[in-house]
């Protein structure tokens, strides 16, 4: 199967699937279920590796660093800062409740968490390391290297084990117990009649052909200007970087909603600053609709109730580095 099919093919289910999860509601959104089950020793393994800058060339960047869990599971700037302060292309995704988007990436060049993990360690403009430097690291840290091999029952550790990790533990991180879910679930006090009206116009306005599910968003790419263009200078340029097909041109995955009031600013080159202004643009680009600033109020206080509940763990106790690990040299 082509990889532009398989998109076509796994945006289709996603949205079957939807549809029939919601029949008995006749709702378009379902709401947030907690990871079930989840392999403890390796969800453990990851987390640690997930805070652990190490995997980097400068010993100073982590899975953390542009995906912070503290702020929405994103690092809140336009565009992301990588090895040597660089400035990265692209507007970083929340890590938070990603195990619901059928691919990862703006432009969806991962298929799942496992494949999207090994993509910025060996990028040259975020950690900027090598797969192999990165394992050297790892088997060179006597504590990781016995619990690679609790959780592996493997001799030797591998970057399929590191990112087998790494997406454990980021398949726990979803938000559910959402006002908003509470609602789904028959508590009709959860919402305010600002919120329940916002949510009305979210569905009459369109919003929901493309951001629906679990998710509210993440099962399909859109075209980033659909009635009228969007004018960026931002150089990504989509879906087409995967396919090479001229037609998937600014193409993007469709964002998650989830928790959308902490992961300003908004779209894939962040140039949105609030949610308001993200709500009149998307309305006006993609939709052909003029909201009124009362309309756009209320569909703002509705994407509000869509914060979930924080991922909440105790930081992990890094394993010691020894005197046989490299030292890190800072931004080289």
Known sequence: MTIRKRYIFCAAIGV???????AALNEPIDIIIPATDIDNAKMELGKKLFFDPRLSRSGFISCNSCHNLSMGGTDNIKTSIGHNWQQGP???????NSSLNFAQFWDGRANDLKEQAAGPIANPGEMAFTHNLAVNVLESI???????????????IDIDQVTSAIAEFEKTLVTPNSRFDRWLQGDKNSLTRKELAG???FKQQGCVACHNGPGVGGTSFQKM???????TENPAVGLKAVTGIASDEFKFKVPTLRNIELTYPYFHDGEAATLTEAVDVMARLQ???????????????????????????ILPQLPPSTNATPAPKPFE
């Open 16 to 22: 079957f699937s939807s549809l029939i999860s919601n």
């Open 90 to 96: 692209i507007n970083s995704p929340t890590v938070l």
């Open 142 to 156: 006597p504590q990781y290297v016995q619990e690679f091999s609790d959780a592996f029952k493997q001799d030797k």
């Open 199 to 201: 949510y009305s116009l």
């Open 225 to 231: 200007g659909i009635v009228s263009p969007y004018k």
């Open 287 to 313: 939709l052909g609709k003029k909201l009124t600033e009362d309309e756009n109020s209320k569909i703002v206080a509705f994407l509000k109730t869509l914060t979930g509940q924080q991922p909440s763990f």
